[in-house]
């Protein structure tokens, strides 16, 4: 294998790549790079079993080949590199590296035999989603992924097909995130998958620009997601996710509408008393006003305020954690936040204050003491 590669271009795909090499592993394969010249084209992998990366660059191509290369030191060399045109050279499972500067290294190589391969989606099913969509749809929804290891499905964010549109949900339990976005009609999503966050944050690294086309390959318990010339690929979760409309209310006895960040900062500023551990505030819901209020037994303090409210229902108390309400009220779009509520013990739906809202937030109250 023989090729010359503009320095700047070899560094970027590398770093692209290092995403989905593992900082420590039981397989010492997963530590490299494989570097496949074929073409005209040099093609980087990484991956770590489960998610893999790769990029493909052009290149002066001499002779065509491939191996196995440590990632970590490919990087640091090739970083340090002055910002002229690199040449690879392989012999002897060796890749010999020259600078047109005047550096030369050679660094130990492995048989690319040894490196596992990506897999092959056979009858793959594919839909395309615009970038910008993908990223609002995961910032609305991976907040709430969970990390219980005893509960795979929650790992993941279910992805969701639905009438001209996809959906995209989260949940740990104690707070949920629910958010659509429209598709076209001929390509779409056709079938619920449970996708790694890891994935999805590693194609939105790469997904540059509002309306930058990702496609989107579905097969075999697998998915790739290609944005110009990177692939990502990762394991789907296994399912079945839980039945999340269950806690959905289907009815609301009682409903605020308050000011966004005037909330927002009161949350933040009664929970600076809150305790350490449960976080928890309540939150006195009267016709025309809010209290938002603590009390902490271990400092022997407590701290309240209020604002104004639309408010229709009953008089009430509830309990919430206030990071968790301070970080569903960042997600809400809309100055005017909607709170729909029933008992003290069940569901809380939040949403912005307009007429048809394209996400909503589940989040689960703290019983109060008193």
């Known amino acids: 294998m023989q090729f010359t590669v503009a320095k700047s271009a070899l560094l970027e795909a590398l770093q692209i790549c290092s995403s989905a090499v593992p900082g420590k592993s039981t397989l010492p394969i997963l530590q490299n790079f494989l570097l496949s010249a074929s073409e005209g084209e040099l093609r980087v ?10 990029i493909a660059i052009a290149v002066d191509l001499r002779q065509a080949g491939d191996i196995v290369v440590p990632a970590r030191s490919l990087v640091d060399v090739v970083r340090e590199l002055p910002d002229l045109p690199v040449e690879f050279t392989v012999k002897d499972f060796h890749l010999v590296l020259r600078s047109e500067g005047g550096f030369t290294c050679r660094l ?9 391969a990506l897999p092959v989606l056979e009858g793959e099913d594919g839909f395309l989603v615009a970038a910008g969509s993908l990223r609002k749809l995961s910032e609305r929804t991976m907040f709430a992924v969970s990390t219980d290891q005893t509960r795979l499905a929650l790992n993941g964010v279910l992805w969701e097909p639905g009438q001209g ?10 707070r949920m995130g629910y958010a659509t976005a429209p598709t076209s009609d001929s390509q779409s999503l056709t079938h619920s998958v449970i996708i790694p966050p890891k994935a999805i944050t590693q194609v939105l690294r790469v997904a540059v620009g509002e309306e930058t086309q990702v496609e989107v390959h579905l097969a075999d318990g697998s998915a790739r997601f290609r944005c110009g010339v990177v692939e990502i690929f990762t394991k ?18 009682r409903i605020a509408t308050v000011h966004r960040d005037d909330l927002a900062a009161i949350v933040r500023r009664v929970a600076t008393l809150a305790n350490r551990n449960t976080r928890q505030i309540r939150l006195s819901f009267a016709p025309g006003r809010l209290e938002i209020s603590t009390q902490n037994l271990d400092l022997g303090g407590e701290g309240r305020d209020s604002l104004p409210v639309e408010y229709q229902g009953d008089a009430f108390d509830i309990g919430f954690n206030a990071g968790y309400l301070t970080e569903i009220l960042k ?5 005017q936040v909607r709170m729909k509520m029933n008992q003290p013990t069940q569901a809380c739906v939040l949403e912005s204050a307009v007429e048809a809202p394209d996400a909503f937030f589940i989040l689960m109250p703290l019983r109060l003491a008193d």
């Open 236 to 253: 789907l979760i296994e399912g079945p996710y839980p039945n999340y409309s269950q806690v959905v209310p289907k009815s609301s006895s």
């Open 165 to 174: 549109k996809m959906a995209m949900v989260s949940t740990d339990g104690h």
């Open 108 to 116: 130990a190589g492995v048989d690319a035999s040894e490196f596992p």
């Open 331 to 335: 997600l809400v779009d809309a100055p």
């Open 45 to 54: 992998t990484a991956t770590d079993l489960d998610l893999g990366v790769r």
